[in-house]
Antibody, heavy 122, light 107 residues
Framework: QVQLQESGPGLVKPSQTLSLTCTVS??????????WSWIRQPAGKGLEWIGR???????NYNPSLKSRVTISVDMSKNQFSLKLSSVTAADTAVYYC??????????????WGKGTTVTVSS | AIQLTQSPSSLSASVGDRVTITCRAS??????LAWYQQKPGKAPKLLIY???SLESGVPSRFSGSGSGTDFTLTISSLQPEDFATYYC?????????FGPGTKVDIK
């Protein structure tokens, strides 16, 4: 049973870079056909898809964040990461990592981490 | 970007009720739609994918239908554990946008 766990600083200063890691356990990040994704949710609000990376390094990002986002996979550590630069208070949210698994037509997010809260404040 | 709207935004229902939630896309997305359930303080859980396929382990009282721009999630007989917020998400084009959510609470 694959499990995901987010980790990283809970507090980031404005204009700095938010860096989060998602550790995959119970399976290899390089096995199967999966995308590794990040999603965020401001307190009391809806979900926002940030982007995803295939194990090959191929990525897709939300255009609203594309200039600031990097998602990468580290197969040697069985982890993938999110970097979001030049953060502002608007980036304060719960950040989720998720595995996207192929289901007939598309890759759907079937395994999620529990989420980690990141606050942007000086 | 494709916009998703959900209706209603919230509803109150009783255990045993049949509940239907609608998701409408701003342009056609074929069958590239998923439904998630989210409980407070928890991560979303995949219920339905490809608009109408039930994810493994999800109770059969959940069903999805639709294609193109109009989709529905139906709970045939609401159970106490089903009180939650439900989101649709489209996968037809980037970004993979979510709907704003429908909160289902106890009447």
């Amino acid at each position: 049973q694959v499990q995901l766990q987010e980790s990283g600083p809970g507090l980031v200063k404005p204009s700095q870079t938010l860096s989060l890691t998602c550790t995959v356990s119970g399976g290899s990040i390089s096995s199967g056909s999966h995308y590794w994704s990040w999603i965020r949710q401001p307190a009391g609000k809806g979900l926002e898809w940030i982007g995803r990376s295939y194990t090959s390094g191929s990525t897709n990002y939300n255009p609203s964040l594309k200039s600031r986002v990097t998602i990468s996979v580290d197969m040697s550590k069985n982890q993938f990461s999110l970097k979001l630069s030049s953060v502002t208070a608007a980036d304060t949210a719960v950040y989720y990592c998720a595995r996207a698994n192929f289901r007939l037509l598309h890759y759907y997010m079937d395994v999620w981490g529990k989420g980690t809260t990141v606050t942007v404040s000086s | 970007a494709i916009q998703l709207t959900q209706s209603p935004s919230s509803l109150s229902a009783s255990v045993g009720d049949r509940v239907t939630i609608t998701c409408r896309a701003s342009q056609g997305i074929n069958s590239g739609l998923a439904w998630y359930q989210q409980k407070p303080g928890k991560a979303p859980k995949l219920l339905i994918y490809d608009a109408s396929s039930l994810e493994s382990g999800v109770p059969s009282r959940f069903s999805g239908s639709g294609s193109g721009t109009d989709f529905t999630l139906t709970i045939s007989s609401l159970q106490p554990e089903d009180f939650a917020t439900y989101y649709c998400q489209q996968f037809n084009s980037y970004p993979h946008t979510f709907g704003p959510g429908t909160k289902v609470d106890i009447k």
